[in-house]
């Protein structure tokens, strides 16, 4: 993965125990070794066992000149990735099953900003977790419009299938498994 400006062995490892910490603890914002975060997050997911929907053509290259890239339409991919607002519908992914919830997509986006203190940014939609890992309610902002928030609060909806989503700007994650309740400000 050195051709997406990554260590296989020391940043991959960075950013699964960085995955690992948002999505245990959601809605806190960790740091992986390089930028732009997504890329490292794909990297460190995808292998040939685990099918990839992105537009990212960079991205898309270089996972196939290592053998990586099973594409795959975003309605049955494990894994989804997009820049921003996506052409198409989270609804529309795959939610995993009542017995096998886990078989639902996870979806990577890059965002124009991602902030702890949800009053910070204007620019950005402040959205409240609460659920498994989070005292209480944690708020944050997001730098994703309200429409495209909502669609995600609407596929969380049917518990315990849903999508897993990860956000990423710069260097930075978070991320909103489908076991937790988001409410979009």
Same mark, same amino acid.
């Given at each position: 993965?050195?051709?997406?400006?990554?260590?296989?062995?020391?940043?991959?490892?960075?950013?699964?125990?960085?995955?690992?910490?948002?999505?245990?603890?959601?809605?806190?914002?960790?740091?992986?070794?390089?930028? &732009?975060?997504?890329? *490292?997050? =794909?990297?460190?997911? $995808? !292998?040939?066992?685990?099918?990839?929907?992105? %537009? +990212?053509?960079? @991205?898309?290259?270089?996972?196939?000149?290592?053998?990586?890239?099973?594409?795959?339409?975003?309605?049955?991919?494990?894994?989804?990735?997009?820049?921003?607002?996506?052409?198409?519908?989270?609804?529309?992914?795959?939610?995993?099953?009542?017995?096998? &919830?886990?078989?639902? *997509?996870? =979806?990577?986006?890059? $965002? !124009?900003?991602?902030?702890?203190?949800?009053? %910070? +940014?204007?620019? @950005?939609?402040?959205?409240?977790?609460?659920?498994?890992?989070?005292?209480?309610?944690?708020?944050?902002?997001?730098?994703?419009?309200?429409?495209?928030?909502?669609?995600?609060?609407?596929?969380?909806?049917?518990?315990?299938?849903?999508?897993?989503?990860?956000?990423?700007?710069?260097?930075?994650?978070?991320? $909103?498994?489908?076991?937790?309740?988001?409410?979009? %400000?």
């Amino acid at each position: 993965m050195r051709s997406l400006g990554l260590d296989p062995v020391a940043d991959t490892r960075a950013t699964f125990r960085a995955l690992c910490d948002a999505m245990s603890r959601p809605g806190t914002i960790q740091a992986v070794p390089t930028d &732009p975060a997504d890329h *490292a997050v =794909v990297a460190t997911l $995808v !292998d040939h066992e685990v099918s990839l929907s992105t %537009a +990212d053509t960079e @991205l898309r290259e270089k996972l196939a000149s290592h053998g990586r890239l099973d594409d795959a339409e975003p309605e049955t991919a494990d894994i989804v990735h997009t820049h921003g607002v996506p052409t198409w519908n989270v609804a529309d992914l795959t939610r995993g099953t009542l017995v096998e &919830p886990s078989e639902g *997509a996870t =979806v990577i986006y890059r $965002v !124009d900003g991602l902030s702890a203190d949800a009053d %910070a +940014d204007l620019d @950005l939609t402040t959205i409240t977790l609460s659920g498994p890992g989070i005292p209480d309610t944690r708020s944050v902002a997001v730098g994703l419009p309200t429409e495209e928030l909502d669609a995600i609060t609407a596929t969380q909806s049917t518990y315990p299938r849903g999508v897993e989503a990860i956000f990423t700007a710069g260097d930075r994650l978070l991320a $909103v498994p489908r076991s937790v309740s988001m409410e979009v %400000a």
